[in-house]
Nanobody, 129 residues
């Protein structure tokens, strides 16, 4: 019953930065592991970044390593994605995902769509050349 709401998307020039936020609410339990995925028209939804329940473990797609940083604030039940040095190929709808609090998600499984129980509606990120 957790609800996830993304914010922070928009239009930015290549080399610029955006910070996405995903606020979780409404669940009987707090979200466990959380992640960000992205999808372009006609394509599958792909993993971008994930973070463990505690925030001590993170995982990133190779295409965003060194540019994107995922963090979380468990007091606010919010996860963030700081995106720096954005490239046109980063253009996509970005989706926030959350796993059930009491479900263990390994670092490797942070990248799997099937690890997550809840999904946000998505926020558009467009990077111009």
């Amino acid at each position: 019953q957790v609800q996830l709401v993304e914010s922070g998307g928009g239009l930015v020039q290549a080399g610029g930065s955006l910070r996405l936020a995903c606020a979780a609410s409404g669940g009987t339990f707090s979200s466990g592991a959380m992640g960000w995925f992205r999808q372009t028209p006609g394509s599958d939804r792909y993993f971008v970044a994930g973070i463990s329940t505690s925030g001590l473990t993170t995982s990133y797609a190779d295409s965003v390593k060194g540019r994107f940083t995922i963090t979380r604030d468990n007091v606010k039940n919010t996860v963030y994605l700081q995106m720096n040095n954005l490239k046109p190929e980063d253009t996509a709808v970005y989706y926030c995902a959350g796993a059930q609090k009491w479900t263990y998600i390994s670092r490797g499984d942070l990248s799997s769509l099937t690890s997550y129980d809840y999904w946000g509606q998505g926020t558009q990120v467009t990077v111009s050349s």
